[in-house]
């Protein structure tokens, strides 16, 4: 499965623009976080792309996410690691992989950094900052869906600091802002 047969299977399954907005934005970090912790850009990436595939069909049927995913993945030969990425992300099958782990901390964390450049004047991650982000992330009342301590698992399991991983995926997210709603 090449970008573009992940990226026409995710516009066929997604209606919404936030969550196609959320689909490209964790594409982007985990782009970003596979090039610095030299891993294979383009199949974290797709693991980003495709991860919430089966939302919209789910709906509030959280216990179905990830594993309708998976079986549509596999029917259309996605990498067996992508797969196992997705199905851990909603946690049905446990995190082994480095992609596995990054996946589960940038799906939250596109949340976080999407609400805190909302609120800025120009609505954009443009001149958002990352002090911006830590201190949005330290209101419990903003953003209070966000599960914090996935975002800060950062460091125990990618081995990266905070403020070095949020600066990354809002890098990340700032390249392709038009794209995401976030110009
Ligand atoms: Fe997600």
Do not use: Y
């Not at 946690?91 to 800025?120: E, F, Q, Y």
Request: a negative charge.
């Amino acid at each position: 499965m090449n970008r573009e047969e992940a990226f026409s299977l995710v516009s066929q399954r997604i209606g919404g623009t936030h969550l196609m907005s959320h689909s490209l934005a964790a594409e982007a970090c985990m782009r970003a976080l596979a090039h610095r912790l030299e891993q294979d850009r383009d199949l974290w990436g797709l693991a980003g792309l495709v991860h919430d595939l089966d939302l919209d069909e789910c709906g509030d049927d959280m216990e179905r996410h990830a594993l309708v995913a998976a079986a549509v993945l596999r029917e259309h030969g996605a990498p067996e690691p992508v797969i196992h990425a997705v199905l851990c992300h909603n946690d049905k099958a446990n995190r082994s992989s480095l992609m596995d782990h990054a996946l589960w901390v940038v799906d939250p964390t596109t949340g976080m950094i999407t609400a805190a450049a909302l609120v800025r004047p120009d609505k954009s991650t443009r001149s958002l900052e990352l002090k911006s982000i830590k201190k949005r992330m330290k209101d419990k009342r903003f953003a209070a869906s966000v599960d914090r301590s996935q975002i800060r698992a950062c460091t125990e399991l990618l081995g990266l600091e905070l403020g070095e991983f949020l600066e990354i995926c809002l890098r990340a997210m700032d390249e392709i802002r038009h794209e995401i709603g976030l110009g």
